[in-house]
């Protein structure tokens, strides 16, 4: 079970393609430590519990983020928790990169690229680029958790210099880069072939650091080789409503990130509870994909099952925008090729990877890229 607790909707930053809606909403420590209890009721015995600190810029909020976790192992020390947050970096500092490391508290911070890159969108509150402070963060974090994430935004505008991002990360010690597009952004078809062209380029970067054996996690590349080895359908990962719940600074309940403060996404709320009504609705909702997607070779591996990534494009979380469709389309394309690949050289580290680390049967990888 898994819970975001939506700590404020203010930011230090004023990103051209953030979608949160910037205003003056904290939450307090009750409702914190209220979510926590919801969340363990809502658990199984034996299952391990997810918490996640959002915003906004959760930072902003660090001592209700450290006693927050301090009070869910003194409250529930039998349970086993994950915590984590991703933040822009500007109020990382010494303490919080201990206290991640002391009580495994993962922290992904957000970075676009080299300063040219990050400084197009990401500004701050005096429109000033924030490249060079993200940058120093970004390398205490990496001191104290060397396997910590970045993330990357891609926007049309800078899509053209992706692939040069991704080796800037990579260079700057980041092994585990995830990347996503602007679901909202305008993007054009000629702004989609220049971006099938950088992950090309990315692809090339990929195979070239895994036949060195040097480690390198990309996403989308490797969740989508790991669901091509594996079979694993996609609808299998969607837990709209059931596994996952989101809680505004109120204590309101959504059932995702995109959702939240939407009237018609309500589910409840803490000191009530969850309306099983409602939920059920929304996670039916959920599952009518497009009518369109039916019959798609690509149905089970696509993201079409993602509510978040559907509303952030069309507007309905049940309906798959064109822009997802062809992007799922090159993703998977680009990442089956490099499988392929791998696996005729019978690369330990990609093997190791997807058997080991992801999944435990390692025939399916026999059976599927052979």
Same mark, same amino acid.
């Given at each position: $079970?898994?819970?975001? +607790? ?13 979608? #949160?809606?910037?205003? &003056? ?20 015995? @034996? ?6 600190? /959002? ?17 869910? =192992? ?47 969108? %990401? ?8 490249? *060079?402070? #993200?940058?120093?963060?970004?390398? $205490?974090?990496? =001191?104290? =958790? ?10 049309? *505008?800078?899509?053209? /210099? +992706? ?12 092994? /585990? ?12 078809? *000629?702004? +989609? ?13 990929? !195979? &070239? ?14 969740? @989508? ?17 059931? %596994? ?9 309940? /959504? ?9 018609? !996404? ?31 070779? +690509?149905?089970?591996?696509? %993201?079409n099952y993602c509510s978040c990534a559907n509303i952030s494009a069309s507007g ?13 389309? $090159? ?12 696996? @005729?050289? =019978? ?24």
């Open positions: $079970m898994n819970i975001t +607790l939506h700590l404020t909707n203010s930011c230090n930053l004023k990103c051209s393609y953030c979608f #949160v809606d910037k205003c &003056e909403r904290f939450m307090d420590r009750m409702t914190a430590f209220k979510a926590v209890d919801f969340v363990v009721r809502r658990s199984l015995e @034996k299952e391990n519990i997810g918490i996640s600190f /959002y915003g906004g810029e959760p930072l902003l909020m660090k001592n209700l983020i450290y006693d927050t976790v301090l009070y869910s =192992k003194a409250r529930y020390p039998d349970r086993r928790f994950s915590f984590s947050l991703t933040t822009n970096g500007l109020l990382l500092d010494e303490q919080m990169c201990l206290f991640a490391k002391n009580f495994g508290l993962l922290i992904a911070i957000s970075i676009d690229g080299d300063k040219n890159v990050h400084d197009m969108c %990401r500004v701050d509150l005096n429109s000033q680029g924030s490249h *060079e402070r #993200v940058v120093n963060a970004a390398k $205490m974090l990496l =001191k104290y =958790k060397p396997n910590a994430v970045c993330m990357a935004t891609v926007n049309p *505008e800078t899509a053209p /210099y +992706l692939s040069d991002s991704v080796k800037y990360l990579y260079d700057l010690g980041f092994t /585990y880069v995830v990347c996503t597009i602007n679901h909202f952004a305008p993007w054009t078809d *000629e702004d +989609l072939r220049v971006l099938k062209e950088e992950y090309g380029r990315i692809a090339d970067l990929y !195979y &070239e650091k895994t036949i060195k054996e040097d480690k390198f996690y990309f996403a989308p590349f490797d969740i @989508k080789i790991s669901n091509y080895i594996f079979n694993k359908s996609s609808k299998e990962t969607c837990s709209l409503g059931e %596994r996952h719940i989101s809680v505004t600074p109120e204590g309101d309940l /959504y059932p995702c990130l995109q959702l939240v403060d939407r009237d018609e !996404y309500h589910l409840g709320h803490l000191d009530t509870g969850i309306s099983d009504e409602k939920r059920k609705k929304v996670h039916e909702l959920s599952k009518s994909i497009a009518s369109d997607c039916e019959g798609c070779a +690509l149905y089970d591996r696509c %993201r309905y979380i049940d309906k798959v925008s064109p822009l997802q469709c062809e992007h799922e389309r $090159m993703i998977i394309e680009i990442s089956d090729t490099i499988a392929r690949k791998l696996y @005729k050289k =019978k690369n330990a580290l990609f093997i190791h990877k997807h058997s080991n680390e992801m999944y435990p049967i390692i025939s399916a990888i026999e059976d599927k890229l052979k």
